[in-house]
């Protein structure tokens, strides 16, 4: 007897290697500090990663830009910059996690770091969910964010709309162009 797949259950999982990891993140950094950094990355352990540049070092400023341009919260900074020195050669896995999911345009759940890979379980992308934090929210300047995020509070009612506790809610948020459907997710990770 053949047994049926719940798809409700189902992870969309996409494995990378180390090597496209490098590229992704190189490309993604060279968009925002407009400098091509080579990189290496590689596990460390087996629940983390970093990266490295081959040639050269991230200077604070550099690193506070990275850090900018994902919006990372203030323990993500205090991790990646250093304390005592002006430069660095490379990263840990949170601002890497970050600048992948900006270069993938993607959230996911879960990482699964194996010497050869990473696995990136739960995938969420702009393109098979464009409503939520990783679609169209996070496209939004801060201004337009803050006003969806109080709008979708006032019409979607019986939903308390609060980033970390892993809520969605659907409803509708009225325009000047009429009403768009709309539905809102995320996960503890997701940072809203």
């Known amino acids: ?9 189902a992870y969309e ?5 180390w090597d496209d990891i490098a590229r992704l993140l190189s490309d993604q950094i060279k968009a925002i500090l407009d400098h091509r950094f080579l990189l290496r990355v590689w596990p460390e ?7 490295r540049a ?5 200077l ?28 660095v050669h490379g990263f ?20 699964l770091v194996e010497d050869d890979a990473l696995w990136l379980i739960g995938v969420v992308s702009t393109e098979t969910r464009p409503y939520t934090g990783s679609g169209l929210l996070r496209k939004l300047n801060a201004d337009a964010l803050l006003s969806a995020r109080l709008t979708a509070h006032s019409v979607i009612s019986g939903c308390a709309i609060t ?27 997701t940072a809203i």
């Open 13 to 17: 999982t996409y494995r990378f290697a």
């Open 45 to 51: 352990d087996q629940g983390y990663w970093g990266a």
């Open 60 to 87: 604070v400023a550099d690193l506070n830009r990275l850090l900018d341009a994902v919006q990372a919260d203030a323990e993500t900074r205090r991790e990646t910059l250093p304390e005592d020195s002006e430069a």
């Open 54 to 58: 081959l040639h050269g070092l991230f």
């Open 1 to 9: 007897m053949e047994k049926l797949i719940d798809k409700s259950r």
């Open 163 to 189: 980033p970390r506790t892993g809520t969605s809610c659907a409803g509708v948020i009225p325009s000047a162009t009429g009403s768009m459907p709309v539905r809102l997710s995320w996960s503890q990770r």
């Open 92 to 111: 840990g896995m949170t601002l890497g996690s970050l600048l992948l999911k900006a270069a993938l345009q993607a959230d996911w759940n879960c990482e």
